[in-house]
């Protein structure tokens, strides 16, 4: 066995996903079905099987040259080293049981062919950008999970609305991407290579200046990706797309790759100061944002939207503070437990007859035990129970930022503690709102497939004990994923007594109490909502979207007319065309030259002719 | 040695065409004789192409050549060359042209004149590539006009008489402004040497005074300027390329769009390399205007037809940029992202062709929920729409990326504002990609989905943008010695038997 065989993780779910492309519609359900799920799956196996490949620097392959000229070159080539291995895991773990729930929730959509397509090739896209280990081919993934983002949230394209919630999406991440690329010229311009490992050994050589550049650049490209402020709008809407969707693209894999992105540059990234407190500081911010949004929003889904927007900025606060692998952990268990939540509301909204309310919800947890308990085990991750995940993870990035000691990285744990507090209050809100109290919502409970529950049965349980992966050694553990990393060049970390980690751990614990009690006492009972000013505000997301459309949208409108028929009509034809009259009115002049008389013609056929010989005259005396 | 090269392969390149039109007029009485002498001819002319593109692009200099003397008292010759630019360019040509000859192929009326005049294009366009003498150069650049203009004025849409006499009349006006500098030049050469010759070979050599350098490049830009379009002289470009018939807007965006800047690569900076060279920011500017001004134009569009009509000069922006930056990346992208546009747009036009027989129309706000209608047409069309708007993978991409990222070791800034264009791309494109296949259906009579025949032009056409979007190398190779003598100010590789 070759070391080439890791092309095939990515790979598989492109050649299913090809093969759905092309005879999907005419394959019978169930072989579509398990062709899609054939190549995640089997990426996944793969995977664990070539693990002993990562060990140490990794494994570095080059398949065949993509581009060539002049200093140009760019091979299509892979690194499989602990980082990306263990994304390259989770990514196909998470999207493994992601597609089989996927099969009980498309059971009665005729469209499975598109949709399991479109969600291989968002696979094959995903894994490109964990594996590359050039920028270029980096970006071919980048882009290519904005298109099948683009074309999953739009999957229900007979509605308008749909398909304009993708196209947003997709503009609004291209914003980004633009900045992306422009680092990425950059980089090609100043290392004459865009091989990550090449930048990443080169990069210390490099001006401060150039540097704080060239990561705010990056930045701006991960927030783009990653929903954060403020390329942060079009996640909320992307809750439109089917709940798989969300669950794997707008919770799990997609909107973190901006922060795996900076992990992968982190050896450059972390050579700026500056930089690095710009990302904790659009993390911490992002952070406190979707989470004062996820409390006051109505539908299910966007809750989790704005609270994995939040979740994402934890990410980006710790890459700030140098916790890469922290950030990773995070990464990792937000994963799971947001998938699991999303899966969950997934089932929920199909209980409810495809009801996205939570108002109109209620008393679930007696109808459906089994999804309270499965929804439960995440929501329990998400605000930061004890001993669960989220604690684990989120406090290590809290612990991260306190352990800098400056008053910047302490307002930023400051920041993120409160959020912290929001998160426990809008999480239990959650929980009450759909699961306690009586139902108030008519009509039957549906039922559920059974493709649609039993996969979220082993997700809940990573979900609930993935905190072992870096326990932290007062917890008795052995921090199994900074060893991991670490190995593969991790920031430089600041050592916190044992007594100051279990003040920290003490904090975290007491906000999530107070969370949980602050959201009993307001939602325990169910009271009809108040239209409030400050709820439509939070509502509507600090009304950034408004924002967007007054500044951006109107004015881009206005001139696209503007120039169009101002400009190219108006001015540049309406110039030409009087130049047209212009030579026409001439001519209707010099028509009363054509008296008819043949002597009149003769004569100016002299004065022409005499005029020509007087100017060849001229040139020869000059000649 | 090669069984083809005692062959006049260039001259047959240009004529077989011109025969191939005449036979359409002569066996008019046959009943579809027409349609099928064009497929012949122009797979014939294309087998050829790909034959000599398969055996010689991996050699350098000449690949072929043919001089007689023409009209001796003038010194105009019938000097026709191939490298690998004219070599590129001319498959190009070849390959568009089945696509137009197939997507006409229920054209009426008249359909023995339209395939005609198509193959008598081809043969301006392949006299346009091939020639190396000035005169025979310009008698081609005008071949391609007229044909062209009976092809908008008589088979095009509802504006069509004012839309080719517009096309007319701009690229009449350049061509003069040509015609004048070249006979200037023709002049000033003879009286430096005696030599009066049109041979680019020996113009190059011509000592021009620097004012009047500037006035003839300036002529020679101008004509080179409309055709590619540059802002401000590109309205006749939307008009023109939405009322052409299908085939004409192909062969217009495809192929002769490029004309105008491989006549600034093969002549304007050969004969004019000062004022070329100084004036490159000019060039510049011309082209980030093109990339923003066209697009943001685009987003405006009702006409789905005049959206892509923009988005080619928006496209075109790119590769004007290209040469901007003169260096070996950016120019290498720039004539692949030649022939990149030619296949996506070409491929784009052909679709809106489709569209319109079925839907009979052209207006996206009309259009909506071809998806669900004809779901295989309508996933070519997101195919070719996401080439456009350069998504990594595809052909587009890979121009774009050259052209980017070899201006940007010169020019940063030029890069980094052409890159923002990419978002403006992608805020046209989808605007038309969601007008015309997402929303509710509008109408309900059965539409078919994509024929045998349109898939015979699709495919090729999708295996292409493939291609060129994952391993460009196959057409890069060819002009990579071109362009490298370019850059070096050498136009001329040697050529065996020497140059006349």
Request: net charge neutral; charged share 10%.
């Given at each position: 066995?070759?070391?080439?065989?890791?092309?095939?993780?990515?790979?598989?779910?492109?050649?299913?996903?090809?093969?759905?492309?092309?005879?999907?519609?005419?394959?019978?359900?169930?072989?579509?079905?398990?062709?899609?799920?054939?190549?995640?799956?089997?990426?996944?196996?793969?995977?664990?099987?070539?693990?002993?490949?990562?060990?140490?620097?990794?494994?570095?392959?080059?398949?065949?040259?993509?581009?060539?000229?002049?200093?140009?070159?760019?091979?299509?080539?892979?690194?499989?080293?602990?980082?990306?291995?263990?994304?390259?895991?989770?990514?196909?773990?998470?999207?493994?049981?992601?597609?089989?729930?996927?099969?009980?929730?498309?059971?009665?959509?005729?469209?499975?062919?598109?949709?399991?397509?479109?969600?291989?090739?968002?696979?094959?896209?995903?894994?490109?950008?964990?594996?590359?280990?050039?920028?270029?081919?980096?970006f071919?993934?980048?882009?290519?999970?904005?298109?099948?983002?683009?074309?999953?949230?739009?999957?229900?394209?007979?509605?308008?609305?749909?398909?304009s919630a993708g196209r947003k999406a997709f503009l609004v991440t291209r914003v980004g991407d633009v900045f992306?690329?422009?680092?990425?010229?950059?980089?090609?311009?100043?290392?004459?290579?865009?091989?990550?490992?090449?930048?990443?050994?080169?990069?210390?050589?490099?001006?401060?200046?150039?540097?704080?550049?060239?990561?705010?650049?990056?930045?701006?490209?991960?927030?783009?990706?990653?929903?954060?402020?403020p390329l942060m709008t079009w996640l909320p809407d992307a809750m439109a797309g089917p709940?798989?969707?969300?669950?794997?693209?707008?919770?799990?894999?997609?909107?973190?790759?901006?922060?795996?992105?900076?992990?992968?540059?982190?050896?450059?990234?972390?050579?700026?100061?500056?930089?690095?407190?710009?990302?904790?500081?659009?993390?911490?911010?992002?952070?406190?944002?979707?989470?004062?949004?996820?409390?006051?929003?109505?539908?299910?889904?966007?809750?989790?939207?704005?609270?994995?927007?939040?979740?994402?900025?934890?990410?980006?606060?710790?890459?700030?503070?140098?916790?890469?692998?922290?950030?990773?952990?995070?990464?990792?268990?937000?994963?799971?437990?947001?998938?699991?939540?999303?899966?969950?509301?997934?089932?929920?909204?199909?209980?409810?007859?495809?009801?996205?309310?939570?108002?109109?919800?209620?008393?679930?947890?007696?109808?459906?035990?089994?999804?309270?308990?499965?929804?439960?085990?995440?929501?329990?991750?998400?605000?930061?129970?004890?001993?669960?995940?989220?604690?684990f993870s989120k406090d290590g990035l809290l612990a991260a930022?306190?352990?800098?000691?400056?008053?910047?990285?302490?307002?930023?744990?400051?920041?993120?503690?409160?959020?912290?507090?929001?998160?426990?209050?809008?999480?239990?809100?959650?929980?009450?709102?759909?699961?306690?109290?009586?139902?108030?919502?008519?009509?039957?409970?549906?039922?559920?497939?059974?493709?649609?529950?039993?996969?979220?049965?082993?997700?809940?349980?990573?979900?609930?004990f993935s905190g072992v992966l870096n326990l932290p050694e007062i917890f008795g553990g052995h921090q199994w994923l900074d060893h991991l990393l670490h190995a593969a060049g991790s920031g430089e970390s600041h050592p916190l007594s044992h007594m100051q980690e279990w003040t920290l751990a003490g904090i975290a614990t007491a906000l999530f109490a107070i969370g949980w009690a602050v959201a009993h006492w307001r939602y325990s009972r169910f009271t009809p909502a108040q239209e409030k000013k400050a709820v439509l505000f939070f509502l509507h997301g600090w009304q950034a979207d408004r924002l967007v459309h007054a500044t951006l949208i109107t004015p881009f409108a206005f001139l696209s007319r503007l120039f169009w028929q101002g400009a190219d009509l108006a001015v540049i034809d309406g110039i030409l065309e009087s130049l047209g009259q212009g030579c026409q009115s001439a001519g209707e002049r010099l028509r009363t030259l054509t008296t008819g008389r043949v002597s009149s013609y003769l004569a100016s056929l002299a004065w022409g002719l005499l005029l020509f010989m007087l100017f060849f005259l001229l040139q020869v005396v000059q000649g | 040695?090669?069984?083809?090269?005692?062959?006049?392969?260039?001259?047959?390149?240009?004529?077989?065409?011109?025969?191939?039109?005449?036979?359409?007029?002569?066996?008019?009485?046959?009943?579809?004789?027409?349609?099928?002498?064009?497929?012949?001819?122009?797979?014939?002319?294309?087998?050829?192409?790909?034959?000599?593109?398969?055996?010689?692009?991996?050699?350098?200099?000449?690949?072929?050549?043919?001089?007689?003397?023409?009209?001796?008292?003038?010194?105009?010759?019938?000097?026709?060359?191939?490298?690998?630019?004219?070599?590129?360019?001319?498959?190009?040509?070849?390959?568009?042209?089945?696509?137009?000859?197939?997507?006409?192929?229920?054209?009426?009326?008249?359909?023995?004149?339209?395939?005609?005049?198509?193959?008598?294009?081809?043969?301006?366009?392949?006299?346009?590539?091939?020639?190396?003498?000035?005169?025979?150069?310009?008698?081609?650049?005008?071949?391609?006009?007229?044909?062209?203009?009976f092809l908008i004025g008589v088979w095009g849409h509802a504006r069509r008489l004012y839309a080719a006499v517009k096309f007319f009349l701009f690229t009449?006006?350049?061509?003069?402004?040509?015609?004048?500098?070249?006979?200037?030049?023709?002049?000033?050469?003879?009286?430096?040497?005696?030599?009066?010759?049109?041979?680019?070979?020996?113009?190059?050599?011509?000592?021009?005074?620097?004012?009047?350098?500037?006035?003839l490049y300036g002529s020679f830009f101008v004509a080179f300027a409309v055709k590619v379009p540059l802002v401000p002289v590109h309205t006749w470009l939307p008009d023109a390329h939405t009322e052409a018939p299908t085939a004409g807007s192909v062969i217009l965006a495809g192929i002769l769009l490029k004309t105008g800047v491989y006549g600034l690569i093969r002549f304007g900076f050969p004969l004019f390399p000062g004022p070329a060279h100084a004036s490159l920011p000019i060039l510049a500017v011309l082209a980030l205007a093109g990339i923003f001004y066209a697009a943001w134009i685009a987003y405006a569009q009702n006409d789905a037809k005049r959206l892509i009509a923009y988005s080619s000069v928006a496209h075109l922006g790119f590769v004007i940029l290209g040469l901007?930056?003169?260096?070996?990346?950016?120019?290498?992208?720039?004539?692949?992202?030649?022939?990149?546009?030619?296949?996506?747009?070409?491929?784009?036009?052909?679709?809106?062709?489709?569209?319109d027989q079925r839907a009979h129309t052209r207006e996206i706000a009309r259009l909506g929920g071809l998806w669900t209608r004809v779901p295989v047409l309508g996933a070519f069309f997101l195919f070719f729409s996401l080439a456009s708007l350069g998504l990594p993978g595809l052909n587009n991409f890979t121009g774009e990326i050259l052209i980017l990222l070899g201006t940007f070791t010169t020019h940063p800034v030029w890069a980094a504002l052409a890159l923002g264009g990419v978002v403006f791309a992608a805020i046209y494109m989808l605007r038309l990609v969601q007008g015309v296949l997402w929303g509710p259906t509008k109408g309900d009579e059965p539409w078919t989905d994509l024929s045998g025949r349109e898939a015979l032009v699709l495919i090729p056409l999708a295996i292409l943008v493939l291609w060129l979007g994952l391993h460009p190398s196959t057409f890069l190779e060819p002009v990579r010695e071109p362009v490298q003598l370019l850059l070096q100010g050498s136009m001329f590789p040697s050529m065996p038997g020497g140059m006349p």
């Open positions: 066995m070759t070391d080439k065989t890791l092309f095939l993780i990515p790979l598989l779910p492109l050649l299913c996903g090809a093969l759905n492309v092309l005879f999907g519609m005419r394959l019978p359900r169930q072989l579509s079905q398990a062709i899609a799920v054939g190549g995640v799956a089997s990426s996944t196996v793969l995977t664990l099987v070539l693990w002993p490949l990562s060990a140490g620097a990794g494994t570095h392959v080059t398949l065949f040259t993509w581009l060539d000229s002049g200093t140009l070159h760019v091979p299509v080539e892979i690194l499989f080293d602990p980082l990306s291995a263990s994304m390259t895991l989770m990514v196909t773990g998470v999207s493994t049981l992601i597609h089989l729930y996927a099969i009980g929730y498309m059971h009665r959509d005729a469209d499975y062919a598109r949709f399991f397509a479109l969600l291989n090739l968002f696979v094959f896209a995903m894994l490109t950008i964990v594996l590359a280990d050039n920028l270029l081919l980096l071919l993934g980048w882009e290519g999970v904005g298109f099948c983002s683009y074309a999953l949230i739009g999957f229900w394209y007979r509605e308008e609305k749909n398909a992306l690329g422009i680092a990425l010229l950059w980089l090609f311009k100043l290392f004459g290579t865009l091989s990550i490992s090449g930048i990443n050994a080169g990069a210390s050589q490099l001006a401060p200046h150039i540097l704080t550049l060239l990561v705010v650049l990056l930045l701006l490209g991960a927030c783009g990706k990653s929903a954060q402020l709940t798989p969707v969300s669950a794997l693209i707008h919770a799990a894999t997609m909107v973190t790759a901006g922060v795996y992105l900076l992990c992968r540059l982190f050896p450059l990234v972390s050579l700026s100061s500056t930089g690095l407190a710009l990302i904790s500081a659009v993390g911490a911010v992002t952070a406190f944002y979707a989470a004062t949004c996820a409390l006051a929003q109505r539908e299910i889904k966007k809750v989790l939207a704005y609270s994995t927007m939040s979740q994402v900025g934890y990410m980006f606060l710790g890459v700030g503070t140098g916790a890469v692998a922290g950030s990773m952990f995070h990464l990792f268990t937000h994963a799971f437990f947001k998938a699991l939540l999303f899966m969950g509301a997934g089932c929920i909204i199909h209980l409810c007859g495809e009801e996205n309310d939570i108002f109109k919800m209620g008393g679930l947890r007696k109808k459906s035990p089994l999804v309270f308990w499965l929804f439960l085990a995440g929501a329990l991750c998400l605000a930061g129970a004890p001993l669960s995940s989220g604690f930022a306190y352990a800098h000691g400056t008053p910047f990285y302490l307002t930023i744990y400051i920041l993120g503690a409160f959020t912290a507090l929001l998160t426990a209050i809008y999480t239990f809100r959650l929980l009450y709102l759909v699961f306690g109290g009586t139902s108030r919502f008519t009509g039957d409970l549906h039922g559920l497939p059974k493709l649609m529950t039993w996969p979220l049965i082993p997700l809940a349980l990573i979900a609930l | 040695m090669n069984p083809l090269s005692s062959l006049p392969i260039l001259s047959l390149l240009i004529w077989l065409p011109l025969a191939g039109g005449l036979g359409c007029l002569f066996l008019r009485p046959v009943r579809h004789a027409s349609r099928w002498i064009a497929l012949g001819t122009t797979g014939v002319v294309f087998a050829l192409t790909l034959f000599l593109f398969i055996t010689g692009s991996s050699k350098n200099g000449w690949l072929f050549f043919e001089d007689h003397a023409w009209i001796s008292r003038f010194g105009i010759r019938y000097t026709l060359g191939m490298d690998g630019l004219s070599l590129l360019m001319t498959l190009l040509t070849a390959f568009l042209l089945i696509v137009a000859v197939l997507i006409s192929w229920q054209v009426s009326p008249y359909p023995d004149f339209f395939f005609s005049l198509l193959l008598l294009i081809e043969c301006g366009i392949m006299g346009v590539f091939l020639s190396l003498d000035l005169v025979l150069f310009y008698l081609f650049w005008e071949i391609m006009l007229i044909p062209m203009f009449l006006a350049g061509s003069l402004l040509m015609l004048l500098a070249l006979i200037s030049l023709y002049l000033l050469h003879g009286q430096q040497t005696g030599d009066y010759s049109f041979a680019l070979s020996a113009l190059i050599h011509t000592q021009i005074p620097p004012n009047l350098a500037w006035w901007a930056a003169w260096n070996l990346t950016a120019l290498e992208g720039s004539i692949l992202q030649m022939v990149n546009h030619g296949i996506t747009t070409g491929a784009l036009f052909s679709m809106v062709g489709m569209i």
